[in-house]
T-cell receptor, first 111, second 111 residues
Framework: RKEVEQDPGPFNVPEGATVAFNCTYS??????FFWYRQDCRKEPKLLMS???SGNEDGRFTAQLNRASQYISLLIRDSKLSDSATYLC????????????FGTGTLLAVQP | NAGVTQTPKFRVLKTGQSMTLLCAQD?????MYWYRQDPGMGLRLIHY???????AKGEVPDGYNVSRLKKQNFLLGLESAAPSQTSVYFC??????????FGPGTRLTVT
């Protein structure tokens, strides 16, 4: 079983749609959780951290369910500029901040 | 601030040749990382460093060596390149357990 699993997609959605991505992780000792965004042929960039209480940043909402070991990202009112690959990232649980990356979910927002 | 920079951006090597990839960061981060990204595999950690003069193996260290002689620089060496090392290489840095900042990547092809 992969340490971090994501649906690779692609998710093809029209502008203005709401889309949700889920991710599961296997290491119950993980303490830090993130969503990174990666544009085509670019480096990953932090989109948002994920907190136990859930957090929102504009159109983006991230939630964590520790009991079920899954993380979600909700994007409301999708924009063309949201088209990218979204990487679910989990800390390894150790003291050295090793991050385990999912393979990513590709989102394509259509006009 | 330039953030994280990588040189070179592109390189083509023949099997058996050697090369060094340079990563530099100007954020005074203690932690630095080298990843490789292959289709369908996600980002995989090659080596990392938790401070000047220290290095440690990641998930896929074979065939690579690293050095961190200065806090701001992290070098990745390939002593005898193989076609299996064709990949996109990303360097990242972080301040302990916070977000990792990535460089723009190096696209390496080994023929």
């Amino acid at each position: 079983r992969k340490e971090v699993e994501q649906d690779p997609g692609p998710f093809n959605v029209p502008e203005g749609a709401t889309v949700a991505f889920n991710c599961t992780y296997s290491n119950s000792a993980s303490q830090s959780f993130f969503w990174y965004r990666q544009d085509c042929r670019k480096e990953p960039k932090l989109l948002m951290s994920v907190y136990s209480s859930g957090n929102e940043d504009g159109r983006f909402t991230a939630q964590l369910n520790r009991a079920s070991q899954y993380i979600s990202l909700l994007i409301r009112d999708s924009k063309l500029s949201d088209s990218a690959t979204y990487l679910c990232v989990v800390n390894s649980g150790g003291a050295t901040n090793k991050l385990i990356f999912g393979t990513g979910t590709l989102l394509a927002v259509q006009p | 601030n330039a953030g994280v920079t990588q040189t070179p951006k592109f390189r083509v090597l023949k099997t058996g040749q050697s090369m060094t990839l340079l990563c530099a960061q100007d954020m005074n981060h203690e932690y630095m990382y080298w990843y490789r990204q292959d289709p369908g595999m996600g980002l995989r950690l090659i080596h990392y460093s938790v401070g000047e003069g220290t290095t440690a193996k990641g998930e896929v260290p074979d065939g690579y060596n690293v050095s961190r002689l200065k806090k701001q620089n992290f070098l990745l060496g390939l002593e005898s390149a193989a076609p299996s090392q064709t990949s996109v290489y990303f360097c990242a840095s972080s301040y302990h357990l916070y977000e990792q900042y990535f460089g723009p990547g190096t696209r390496l092809t080994v023929t």
